[in-house]
């Protein structure tokens, strides 16, 4: 896939670029806990800034109104100096960005404050338009929406990608490639969005392991009990997949019941308990496929990572440390995992998308692509 990147661009000096990134960071008590997503997006700015551009970032935060980019500037700002523009559309805001000089830039509040943002609305599209020259897209973990920043504001704009953009769709699209002997990891607890990635997959990869919440599913088509664990009652039947000798479930899992944390064989759980994680000995045969694997794609936790049971999990995460596969990982527990364990290392990608990542790899494209690539065509 071939898209047009901002990088290449000569003569940016003096350029209004509408820089769409995705600061949807968490946030406690006024301070911004992972910085992530914006160290990521801090190369695309200061290419602009070095460049002559007069920037202006755009991103939403949270899903209220009342949810503020305040400290997300304040965390920027220890980077390089900005304007925060509370209101884009007020006199003082129009001055503020209007008296922006080559090489400054601007952060405007949430864009979820205007309604128009999360309608898709073209009328909201145009105001934002009317800011800028150019139209770049740095947030690929939301291009899998339809929102007027990401899908309507491209078609108003010469519109380009920045690196991180770029670096996503290109690792990612190592999925498509051939890379084998290819392991693919899925966990979490999505099953929506998830159980259709593991019927392409089992077409597409060596094997397809299939652990978290999303393995009660399977657990319990085959008659095992799984007590009062996650499962999933409305995707349509995947009966059919249990005969593909690809697909490999948890050979023992941790369950959490009134006898507290126990390990249990996948075919032992009792009515009161709940799978909460994947056992040693899933944990050991997860260690033997990464060993022999030369492409890993991996989204989601093996358990119930928020409550504590990150044990298969971290595990995962220092297996594929140490191994010299390719490895492709996203999800928000999942970059956690490797956060945690401090892990970097060349052969390790980590994008910053979760259900773009996820729609990414069911499709092989996203509405914030086909925007600029419909367009182009």
């Known amino acids: 896939m ?8 000569k003569n940016l000096k003096g350029k209004r670029i509408l820089l769409r990134v995705d600061f949807n960071v968490p946030i406690k008590d006024g301070t911004v806990i992972d910085d992530f ?19 202006i970032i755009l991103s939403h935060l949270g899903r209220e109104k009342s949810d503020t980019l305040l400290p997300v500037s304040e965390r920027l700002e220890s980077e390089m100096e900005h ?44 105001s934002l338009a009317s800011l800028g020259d150019i139209f770049v897209n740095e947030a690929f973990a939301v291009s899998h929406r339809k929102d007027a920043s990401v899908y309507a504001l491209p078609e108003l704009l010469p519109a380009y ?35 259709p990635l593991i019927e392409k997959y ?15 599913t399977f657990f319990k088509l085959r008659g095992y009990e799984i007590g009062t664990s996650l499962v999933d009652e409305t995707t349509p039947s995947m009966e059919h997949l249990l005969k593909n000798e690809k697909l ?6 941790i369950v959490d019941g009134p006898s507290g944390r126990i390990v249990r064989s996948f075919d032992a759980v009792l009515p009161m308990e709940k799978i909460s994680d994947d056992g040693p000995k899933t944990i050991s045969m997860i260690k033997e496929y990464i060993g ?22 971290l595990a995962v995460a220092t297996a594929l440390a140490g191994s010299e596969a390719r490895v492709v990982l996203g999800g928000g527990d999942t970059v956690a995992a490797i956060e945690k364990l401090k892990i970097t290392k ?19 494209t996203l509405p914030g692509i086909d925007a600029v690539t419909k367009k182009e065509k």
């Open 292 to 313: 022999k694997a030369k492409f890993i794609l991996w989204n989601g936790p093996l358990g119930n990572y928020e409550a504590g049971f990150d044990e298969a999990t």
């Open 161 to 195: 990608f920045g690196p991180l953009f770029i670096e996503e769709v290109e690792n990612l699209s190592s999925a498509f490639k051939e890379h084998h002997p290819f392991l693919f990891i899925l966990g979490g607890a999505k099953f929506e969005t998830k159980m």
């Open 83 to 126: 304007v925060f523009v509370e209101d884009f559309q007020s006199e003082k805001g129009k001055l503020a960005l209007s008296s922006l000089k080559d090489g400054e830039m601007a952060l405007i509040q949430n864009l979820r404050k205007w309604d128009g943002e999360k309608n898709g609305d073209k009328s909201f599209a145009k």
């Open 248 to 253: 490999i479930l948890p050979a023992d899992v």
């Open 346 to 364: 060349d052969t390790i990608f980590v994008s910053t998308g979760g259900g773009a990542m996820l729609d990414f790899l069911a499709k092989g």
């Open 37 to 55: 997503r914006i160290q990521k997006v801090l190369p695309v700015i200061r290419f602009l800034k070095e460049n002559g551009a007069k920037t």
């Open 202 to 216: 089992l077409d597409l990869a060596d094997t397809v392991f299939v652990g978290g919440a999303l393995a009660n």
């Open 2 to 9: 071939k898209l047009p990147e901002i990088v290449k661009l």
